[in-house]
């Protein structure tokens, strides 16, 4: 089963298998300015190198994008900086221990008989966080989501939509009280309002200091909502300072078209 927070996870290998995999050597890293970063990271599965040179920074107040194709390995690299699983080689340091670190997994299912607010309430426990945090997260929406997930707190999983279940969810996770929030394909799945919801909510998590990095694979998302990104491909994450710079590198008319070219080598 997925849990939609990372305090519920138990350290290991996702993939059926003691976390016997440890970090070769421990370069010392030190932060600065950010409340998570890697260097050099790798994660090799059986005779499979997934992840080979990972360098990235998650600065305090940011809203970060990581972009990749299907297989590229973002979950794996999330799972990673969020201790469910341990790199093999490169190093790790993030400013807070991973306690303070909330993950949004990429599947996160819901028992049918559960109300939504049995959930919210479940997380919180376990979070060791008051429910107050949510009304307040709640209170800055607007009336008409405001009013949609009070409809959505008393109702059970199974009268709930995918895209609803995934917005309840994000709140409940944005409301723990967490340093570094790490999210992965968070609006995947939902509509456009709900995402637009989403975004609002994270740009006051950004106010607030707190790190966001995320993976989508709606790359318009990128243009529009982060600070920066990183793409992941072949294992190595490159950096880019915006949209404007990719689209550029890649001599490509539009988001999209620069996704698919930097994939397939296609550089102008
Ligand atoms: N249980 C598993 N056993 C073996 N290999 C796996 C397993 N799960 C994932 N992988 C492999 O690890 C690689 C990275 O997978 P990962 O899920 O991290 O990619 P991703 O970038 O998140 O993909 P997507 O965008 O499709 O979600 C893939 O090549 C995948 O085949």
Redesign the pocket.
């Known amino acids: 089963m997925a849990y939609p927070c990372a305090h519920l996870h138990l350290p290991g290998d996702?993939?059926?298998r003691p976390a016997t995999h440890q970090p070769a050597m421990e370069q010392p890293l030190v932060l600065i300015d950010a409340t998570l970063a890697t260097r050099n990271l790798g994660f090799q599965?059986?005779a499979?190198q997934?992840l080979r040179d990972v360098d990235i920074d998650a600065l305090r107040g940011s809203i970060v994008g990581l972009l990749?194709?299907?297989?590229?390995?973002?979950?794996?690299?999330?799972?990673i900086l969020c201790g469910l699983k341990s790199q093999t080689t490169g190093t790790i340091a993030r400013e807070v221990p991973a306690e303070r670190v909330a993950y949004l997994t990429?599947i996160v299912t819901i028992p049918d008989a559960l109300k939504l607010g049995e959930l919210a309430e479940l997380v919180q426990g376990i979070a060791k966080c008051s429910g107050s945090a949510l009304e307040e997260l709640v209170g800055q929406l607007g009336p008409r989501e405001r009013d949609k997930f009070t409809a959505l707190y008393g109702r059970r999983a199974a009268g709930s939509s995918y895209g609803e279940k995934r917005w309840f969810v994000f709140l409940t996770l944005l409301s723990t009280d967490a340093d570094i929030y790490i999210l992965?394909?968070p609006t995947a799945g939902v509509d456009p309002e709900y995402a637009v919801y989403m975004w609002r909510s994270l740009e006051t998590l950004r106010e607030k200091g707190k790190s966001v990095l995320f993976?989508t694979?709606h790359v318009s998302e990128i243009g529009d909502n982060c600070d920066y990104f990183y793409f992941?491909k072949d294992g190595i994450t490159h950096r880019f300072k915006d949209a404007t710079e990719f689209i550029g590198l890649t001599g490509a008319g539009s988001l999209d078209e620069a996704f698919v070219r930097y994939v397939i080598g296609n550089l102008s």
């Open positions: 996702l993939w059926g599965h059986r499979r997934i990749g194709s299907n297989g590229a390995g973002k979950t794996t690299l999330f799972d990429q992965d394909e993976s694979h992941l």
